[in-house]
């Protein structure tokens, strides 16, 4: 696998949550630091060997805003 995207979301609880696209793993952390070191871990954990892991991670941080007109 060459990459491997993370939807991160700010958890309305505090810090950060992260979902990975097209794969069942997802995480969290307190501060951008620990979730990307969380989602390390995840990954580890996900994949049975390093040679199946990702090349790549990439982290869309995700934003909703509402406003009413």
Known sequence: MKELFF??????????TAQAVGE??????ETISELKNMIRDAIDC?????????????LHFVKDEVFAL
Request: charged letters at 20%; a negative charge.
């Open 7 to 16: 939807l991160v979301e700010e958890d309305p609880e505090g810090g950060y």
């Open 24 to 29: 069942n793993i997802f995480t969290q952390g």
């Open 46 to 58: 996900h994949y049975d060997s390093p040679s199946q892991w990702p090349q790549l991670v990439r």
